[in-house]
């Protein structure tokens, strides 16, 4: 059996393709289609929240605002990169539907979220990073795959911080310093790597010991809480005590203090009365003796009730005067 030759395989071929007819108005229609392929793949738009980056033949070449542009067909690709839309990554957890009751997917991520802290517990440790866009030519240009590279930055920095703290600091008295410092980490990393992601935060969410041994740890911690209540309780009582008795001891003082005071100023106007009558019943003994004498009296009888005027000749008692408290006194 025979092969036959090129020519012989044309000219069967040509025996069997009937005579096609070229029809010269087929060329103005061919023409509209490819100018409306051009329009329709050269026009483009960009959202409210967007950028777009134009790229010619893979090399950057500008980058457009929100709206309607055009690029050169076949020759300029576009990218739209959100630039406003802030971004979350979830770890140790995935959100299945969000709204007033959210679900949440019941599958384990343990080999994100289970960690080893400072003191050699075992923690899950489940968080989120929000992140946007704030140079989408760097993004585009400078890392392969931004969400990969996010998300193993950031697990490899929460561990290293959860590392250097103890169970409890990480459980309750340094959740939100240990949040500042991932977040400053890991933007520290990817500004390194100048990536053009900005990091908004970093947030723990459920932080909990594994399973089994939630048990015992419940047991702990309420050891613990007890301590505290009873330590608490203590200083209730010491401050109810203590200041009360200092006020006390210092109401005393003051109160000694002052009757000292007016002991020594009552002493020293007694020193001063007595030296000014010294003086005065030097100068006029009669006069001043007198003066002593009714001084004296008067401050007797107004002291006095009834009072009455005996004389020493009478031999019985003869009310003279009626000299009650308002007459004696006056």
Same mark, same amino acid.
């Given at each position: 059996?025979?092969?036959?030759t ?7 071929m040509?025996d069997?393709i ?5 029809? &010269? ?16 793949t050269?026009?483009?738009s960009t ?7 134009? %790229? ?6 500008r980058?457009?605002?929100?709206? +309607? *542009?055009?690029?050169?067909p076949? =020759?300029?690709?576009?990218?739209? @990169?959100k630039?406003?839309?802030i ?11 969000a !709204?007033?009751?959210?679900q949440?997917?019941?599958k384990?991520?343990?080999?994100e979220? +289970? ?7 075992? $923690? =899950? ?14 993004? +585009?240009?400078?890392i392969?795959?931004?969400? !990969?590279t996010?998300?193993?930055?950031? /697990?490899?920095v929460?561990? #290293?911080?959860? !590392?250097d *703290?103890?169970?409890n600091?990480? $459980?309750?008295?340094?959740?939100? /310093?240990?949040?500042?410092?991932v #977040?400053?980490n890991? #933007? ?9 992601? %900005? ?7 459920n ?6 041994v939630?048990?015992?740890f419940?047991?702990?911690?309420e050891a613990?809480q ?6 608490? %309780? ?16 210092e ?10 005071l ?9 020193v ?9 019943? &030097? ?11 009714l001084?004296?009296m008067n ?8 009072k009455?005027? @005996?004389?020493?000749s009478? &031999?019985?008692?003869?009310?003279? $005067?009626?000299?009650?408290? %308002?007459?004696?006194?006056?």
């Amino acid at each position: 059996m025979g092969f036959d030759t090129p020519e012989e395989l044309f000219r069967k071929m040509g025996d069997k393709i009937p005579n096609f007819q070229f029809n &010269k108005g087929i060329i103005p229609i061919i023409g509209i289609i490819i100018v409306m392929l051009m329009l329709s793949t050269g026009i483009y738009s960009t959202g409210p929240d967007e950028v777009g980056v134009i %790229q010619q033949f893979g090399k950057y070449a500008r980058t457009t605002l929100p709206g +309607l *542009h055009i690029k050169i067909p076949l =020759i300029e690709k576009l990218t739209n @990169v959100k630039v406003k839309y802030i971004f979350k990554e979830e770890f140790g957890y995935r959100t299945v539907k969000a !709204g007033v009751v959210t679900q949440y997917s019941s599958k384990n991520y343990f080999d994100e979220s +289970l960690m080893l802290t400072g003191d050699l517990n075992v $923690l =899950i440790v489940e968080w989120i990073t929000q992140f946007k866009v704030k140079d989408p030519v760097k993004l +585009l240009f400078n890392i392969r795959n931004p969400q !990969g590279t996010i998300r193993n930055i950031s /697990e490899a920095v929460m561990r #290293q911080v959860v !590392g250097d *703290h103890t169970v409890n600091e990480v $459980l309750t008295t340094r959740r939100v /310093e240990i949040n500042l410092e991932v #977040q400053d980490n890991l #933007q520290k990393i990817l500004d390194s790597y100048d990536s053009g992601i %900005q990091i908004v935060t970093v947030k723990l969410q459920n932080v909990n010991p594994p399973d089994p041994v939630k048990p015992s740890f419940n047991k702990v911690n309420e050891a613990k809480q007890e301590k505290e209540k009873v330590i608490n %309780q203590a200083w209730e009582a010491y401050n109810k005590i203590i200041p009360k008795a200092r006020g006390e001891a210092e109401k005393t003082i003051s109160e000694s203090e002052g009757y000292a005071l007016s002991r020594i100023n009552t002493a020293k106007g007694d020193v001063a009365k007595f030296t000014a009558v010294w003086e005065a019943y &030097k100068n006029s003994k009669e006069v001043t003796r007198k003066r002593l004498y009714l001084e004296a009296m008067n401050e007797i009888i107004s002291k006095a009730g009834s009072k009455y005027i @005996v004389d020493p000749s009478q &031999k019985g008692i003869l009310p003279f $005067l009626n000299l009650n408290e %308002q007459g004696g006194a006056r």
